[in-house]
């Protein structure tokens, strides 16, 4: 039981035992017994009395930030952000970003490896007090197995990616598809709290699918759900990354915008992008531009959305999900990219069941990832306790 009031004190901090037996469905002596465990291992603290509203008031207790921290590892297929943060949710060093190119290095592990020990050694925090790394990253993920069959290659035969880095990192790591771990954010801190039926749509180098069903994160039989990516809808022949042709992903992601921006807008002279940079800081330049009324750039995001909206509605008519929540790197042109979804959404759904789904634009912010890799380890901390 200590284990399910542990994570209820994460996700929602402050909270009484009448508050916890409530919510977990557990007598008050059965929850007031897992937290005086909690606190006699330091994980819990008392953080005074709820405001009377007549009678006694009841104690509130809340997770000791300083007792364990978590590493967070958030990737695409190009950047990769690493953070640590405690057990309130707090970042003690701020994210930092990284260059690291996963398709086609077979240095890359390597790289990851040398780039989360560095984030550890100049925080100063003692591996002992770190509870797990959580990393969330792109590719076809075996979660049980711990392998990703796409990118991260493992040396020689070993082929266990997460055994590789518990290994080199010295500490437990959990690892899950980026887009899980986003659709996990929001599932845990997010639009999809009080939802049941959930699509979560990751916009950023790919375009990533996150599948809540039933209030709960769903991977399919063999851990592959979601490859939104990958559903051939294009009319176009170019080859995708996976062998196919006419992924969605062809023709639209922040990749495939920026490639269009410097093959047919670079050198226009009426065009306010910043060519300057890597694919990160151009595809920033495009969106802040759009937002600034650049109609190149517009034309580009809008082509983009309009193509993601008629896979989204090949989700709808599948799934009939109550919410849809829009997320990632792309949603910074904010509401530019809702009207080209909605159109297609109207020219491809069947009006009946598209008026009981909700399209939103996700409210976490940049570092839902990390957020969603911060639960991932939350969410498993009884497996890392009983494992060792």
């Known amino acids: 039981m200590k284990y399910e009031v542990f994570r209820e004190f994460y996700y929602c901090h402050n909270l009484s035992c009448a508050e916890l037996s409530e919510t977990l469905g557990k007598s008050i002596p059965v929850i007031a017994k897992a937290v005086d465990q909690l606190i006699k291992s330091g994980y819990v603290v008392e953080t005074g009395y709820a405001p009377s509203s007549g009678g006694r008031p009841p104690r509130m207790y809340a997770l000791n930030p300083d007792k364990m921290f978590i590493v967070t590892v958030a990737m695409d297929q190009l950047f990769t952000k690493i953070a640590i943060s405690n057990l309130q949710q707090k970042n003690v060093i701020p994210p930092e970003t990284y260059e690291l190119v996963l398709p086609g290095n077979n240095c890359s592990l390597h790289a990851l ?12 925090t003692d591996r002992n007090s770190i509870m797990g790394i959580g990393i969330g990253m792109p590719g076809f993920i075996n979660t049980t197995e711990g392998i990703n069959y796409t990118y991260l290659p493992v040396e020689g035969q070993q082929l266990n990616l997460k055994k590789r880095l518990e290994e080199a990192l010295r500490l437990p790591v959990v690892i899950d598809n980026d887009s899980s771990i986003v659709a996990l954010a929001e599932l845990r801190f997010g639009l999809a709290r009080k939802s049941k039926d959930v699509m979560v749509v990751n916009i950023g180098w790919g375009i990533g699918l996150g599948m809540i069903i039933q209030g709960k994160l769903f991977r399919g039989y063999a851990g592959y759900a979601g490859e939104f990516s990958h559903i051939p809808i294009s009319e176009s022949d170019i080859l995708c990354d996976c062998g196919k042709r006419g992924c969605l992903e062809t023709v639209a992601t922040l990749k495939v ?42 034309d580009l995001l809008t082509d983009m959305a309009y193509k993601i909206g008629k896979g989204i509605a090949i989700l709808i008519h599948i799934v009939n999900p109550e919410l849809i929540v829009l997320c990632g790197r792309g949603i910074s042109s904010g509401k530019l990219l809702m009207a080209p979804v909605e159109q297609a959404l109207n020219r491809f759904c069947i ?26 380890v939350i969410d498993h901390w009884y497996d890392m306790k009983t494992s060792k």
């Not at 040398?114 to 100063?124: C, D, K, Q």
């Not at 531009?289 to 750039?297: C, F, I, K, L, R």
């Not at 069941?353 to 991932?376: D, F, N, Q, Y």
């Open 257 to 298: 915008i920026v490639d269009k921006a410097l093959s047919e807008i670079k050198d226009r002279k009426t065009s306010r992008i910043n060519f300057e940079g890597n694919y990160e800081e151009i595809s920033e330049s495009i969106m802040k531009v759009a937002n600034q009324g650049d109609p190149d750039a517009i």
């Open 351 to 376: 009006p009946r069941i598209l008026e009981s789904t909700k399209v939103k634009m996700s409210t976490l912010g940049t570092h839902a990832a990390l957020k969603g890799a911060a639960a991932l």
């Open 113 to 124: 490896i040398e780039l989360i020990n560095g984030v550890i050694s100049r925080s100063g």
